[in-house]
């Protein structure tokens, strides 16, 4: 009893401690993505926090897709995808990190000359991750690869509003085998090199 | 010079015993939340006797009451004999086997069998444990094929009749309920993983989420008017809020790291989610208005992810990774955590102790339902494909 009231004051002052050492250790840079996709619902604008169109549950009407979405430009569309022409620069990541090696930096300089040669040229980066994590964390451990292999290009001199990011988590491996080997195939940044359709 | 030194150590045990001072009433708080902390995971199943029910009734009882913390034995060795038939209709007696009181007698009629004998399995939960049963109740969750493709299902929360509410052959994730008959879920149909909102009584859905990068986990508010969910348009993974058709987006957590898997405490005050602190996977919450975020500590195990808050408040559920996957429960401030089961993404059902989950089973996931005191569990039925990402109706 008489120690349990020593032990309160001090666990306190350790845990405010640690949290204020917490709070100092501060990773990179992250930049915006493009905000050419609308945000919400009815609301064009992508962004902040002005409220959006009033909920009706009987509005909206069937989901469109693809090239059928309206009051969005998405520059990203009418685009095909060239899977081929950067497929031998697919990033690999460490397990449980989107910390880009530095042996891959040679693959990212290949990535960005490919877009520097091509003005006409965007990218789609595509994360993954091997089946070793749970599902939304993997989802968003994905898209933090693909954002890493983003800011990487943008400081390479590549204008980030011509990168896209989407994340598939573990849900497409490149190899579906369940040992090492499958697994650091899995964890990667794909690049897909977008050209615009002919005619368009 | 001796008596200013030991002045100085009682004005710094005053100020100690200062600080300490609401002890005895957090010690009395301690003590209730040991006392459930030492029957979570280890507590004893009441044993029942089933007589007299064949069939369909008595899969369903044995289904029901194991899931919610009973057992089952013979008739002089339960706490409760429950006697009766199930062959055209089902009606049931419970009668203390102690006391030799009959608790109650009852038939039902209507619907179908299945549905009675839930009933049935209601009134003896409610009876025994004064506690609502669960025997009625949803669960929502995807199926996937190997390729990645699948489907967003409801079903019972035993299993059994399925229904499909999307027809996309996308990559679909992470559905979660919303009062009043709807769904909402991530699908990559639009060519970007975006959040819908579907309406399950009339079939109707939209996008709710459709910004740049990714869009997933949403959680409804108990109160369902707001939703968290996860953007990345800001540049990393995080959690945002705001109301269920969009308006009022405010950002909440702003890491250059990955947040995952929002969860609503059910006061709505607080968010609890997935993150990282120093390079190391932890369980946070930040309150749902905005401030700073706080890490809820789950000691004695590691790698925590997939939190779900239950009902009354008391527990946070997660999956921990060490080697395999396993649930687990903490307190829902922080502390010892209690390893469960092997299994991953745990959802509460409505009576804090029972919860839907999913497990590996020889390279496939099968849905589990598993009860957090006795550690009972079941397997409910397949949907061919990997089952996963289950949510329980609230």
């Known amino acids: 009893m ?19 050492t917490g709070c100092k250790h501060k990773p990179g840079p992250v930049t915006k993505l493009p905000g050419t996709r609308s945000g919400m619902m009815g609301d064009g604008s992508g962004e902040g926090t002005k409220p959006g169109a009033s909920f009706d549950p009987n509005a909206g009407g069937p989901v469109q897709t693809g090239g059928g979405q309206t009051a969005n430009a998405e520059d990203f569309e009418n685009m095909t995808m060239d899977r081929a022409a950067l497929a031998a620069h697919t990033l690999h990541f460490a397990f449980d990190s989107a910390a880009i090696k530095s042996s891959e930096m040679a693959s990212l300089e290949a990535v960005a000359a490919a877009l520097k040669s091509d003005s006409s040229a965007k990218l789609l980066i595509e994360g993954g991750c091997d089946e070793r994590g749970t599902e939304e964390y993997n989802r968003s451990l994905g898209e933090r690869r693909a954002l890493a292999a983003r800011e990487a290009l943008a400081k390479d ?22 040992d090492e ?19 368009v | 010079m001796k008596n200013t030194f030991l002045f100085s150590i009682n004005i710094g045990l005053l100020g100690l015993l200062a600080i300490a001072a609401p002890e005895s009433s957090r010690a009395q708080n301690e003590i209730n939340i040991q006392s459930e902390i030492t029957v979570m995971g280890r507590a004893k199943p009441v044993p029942v006797s089933l007589e007299g029910f064949t069939g369909e009734a008595a899969e369903v009882l044995r289904f029901d009451l194991w899931v919610q913390g009973f057992s089952f034995v013979a008739p002089d060795a339960a706490q409760y004999r429950i006697s009766g038939s199930g062959s ?11 006391s030799k009181q009959t608790k109650f007698s009852r038939s039902y009629t209507g619907a179908t069998l299945r549905k009675q004998a839930h009933a049935f399995a209601d009134d003896i939960v409610e ?29 019972d929360f035993d299993g059994h009749n399925p229904q499909a509410v999307t027809r996309d052959n996308a990559i679909v994730a992470a559905p979660a309920w ?15 993983p975006d959040i819908f909102y579907h309406n399950l009584s009339n079939g109707e859905r939209r996008i709710v989420a459709k910004f740049s990068g990714l869009n997933t986990s949403a959680a409804i508010s108990p109160d369902g008017t707001r939703m968290a969910l996860i953007l990345s348009k800001s540049g990393s993974p995080d959690v945002w809020v705001c109301g269920v058709d969009g308006s009022h987006l405010k950002q909440l957590t702003a890491t250059p790291v990955d947040e995952s898997s929002p969860c609503w ?35 004695g195990v590691s790698n925590p ?35 469960l089961v092997a299994g991953e993404d745990p959802s509460w059902s409505p009576n804090s102790r029972t919860l839907v989950c999913t497990r590996r089973a020889g390279g496939r996931y099968t849905l589990s339902v598993l009860d957090a005191m006795t550690k009972q569990v079941k397997d409910i039925g397949r949907i061919s494909g990997n089952d996963s990402q289950p949510a329980w109706a609230k």
Not at chain 2, 178 to 192: K, M, Q, V
Not at chain 2, 268 to 277: H, R, V, Y
Request: aromatic share 8%; proline share 8%; net charge positive.
């Open chain 2, 127 to 155: 009876t025994i444990t004064g506690k609502k049963g669960i025997g009625q109740t949803k669960v929502a969750f995807k199926a996937q094929s190997p390729g990645g493709a699948g489907e967003i299902y409801i079903a």
């Open chain 2, 88 to 98: 055209g209709s089902v009606q049931g007696r419970v009668i203390d086997a102690i």
């Open chain 2, 265 to 299: 405490s059910p006061d709505g005050q607080w968010i609890c989610f997935a993150t990282k602190m120093g390079e190391r996977r932890v369980l946070a919450k930040v309150p749902a208005g905005g401030g700073a975020a706080q890490r809820i500590p789950t000691s």
């Open chain 2, 305 to 339: 992810t997939e939190p779900d808050w239950s009902p009354d408040g008391k527990w946070i559920a997660f999956t921990s990774q060490m080697g395999g996957f396993d649930i687990c429960l903490v307190p829902a401030a922080g502390g010892a955590a209690t390893v």
């Open chain 1, 157 to 178: 001199g590549v204008d980030p509003s011509r990168i896209r990011t989407i994340s598939y988590g573990k849900d497409k491996p490149a190899d579906p085998g369940h």
């Open chain 2, 178 to 192: 919303a009062p009043g008959r709807a769904l909402f879920y991530t699908s990559y149909e639009p060519g970007n």
């Open chain 1, 2 to 20: 008489k120690t349990t009231k020593w032990i309160f004051p001090l666990a306190l002052m350790l845990a405010l401690t640690l949290a204020a």
């Open chain 1, 181 to 199: 080997a499958a697994w650091a195939k899995n964890r990667r940044a794909e690049f897909v090199l977008l050209h615009p359709k002919a005619g």
